[in-house]
T-cell receptor
């Protein structure tokens, strides 16, 4: 996995606004991607996933966009709420089947009430 | 249903001691993964199991680290002769049978290990 410094990139958003968190992945062979939310003292929580045969997938208040050409993934959160404040990680699966994930650098989302 | 359960939630021990961390995956999940997360950093892969076999141990930092899984269920991660650099949160995840496709990994809340 990647290692980052102690200071995560931070995104500050006003409550009610939309949030966009970006991620660049490393392996062009990856065909499965996941976004996780991690709150303090908790393990990563699954938010949404997308396979490489799609470029967009929507969930409840969340949308994931995949651009394979530039190896970019984004997570959009609509009407951001204080409970959305957390660190968000993207992860890629370079191999098929149940195999280890490679995690990207996290982004800390702070929602301003 | 119950999620991934890890114990202990916190462990403080002296340098040089051995520690054993336990992971109880979601029932029916055949794959089990161990990751490590140092303070303020992302997740680092350690080892994973398909059933009781470990196809990939490449992430284990040294031969002081070992893991086993029995009965296709509970797994233990053992760290011998702990060092201060072993201090981290150790996370376990599991996923259901996938065939040739991928399935999301579901994480426990981890064991926070502190080496004095």
């Amino acid at each position: 996995g990647e290692s980052v410094g102690l200071h995560l990139p931070t995104l500050s958003v006003q409550e009610g606004d939309n949030s966009i968190i970006n991620c660049a992945y490393s392996n062009s062979a990856s065909d499965y991607f996941i976004w996780y939310k991690q709150e303090s003292g908790k393990g990563p929580q699954f938010i949404i996933d997308i396979r490489s045969n799609m470029d967009k997938r929507q969930g409840q208040r969340v949308t994931v966009l995949l651009n394979k050409t530039v190896k970019h993934l984004s997570l959009q959160i609509a009407a951001t709420q204080p409970g959305d404040s957390a660190v968000y990680f993207c992860a890629e699966n370079p191999l098929s089947g149940n195999t280890p994930l490679v995690f990207g650098k996290g982004t800390r989302l702070s929602v301003i009430a | 249903g119950a999620g991934v359960s890890q114990s202990p939630s916190n462990k403080v021990t002296e340098k040089g001691k051995d520690v054993e961390l336990r992971c109880d995956p979601i029932s029916g999940h055949t794959a089990l993964y161990w990751y490590r997360q140092s303070l303020g950093q992302g997740l680092e892969f350690l080892i994973y199991f398909q059933g009781n076999s470990a196809p990939d141990k490449s992430g284990l930092p040294s031969d002081r680290f070992s893991a086993e899984r029995t009965g296709g269920s509970v797994s233990t991660l053992t760290i011998q002769r702990t060092q201060q650099e072993d201090s981290a949160v150790y996370l376990c995840a599991s996923s259901p049978p996938a065939g040739n496709s991928n399935q999301p990994q579901h994480f426990g809340d981890g064991t926070r290990l502190s080496i004095l």
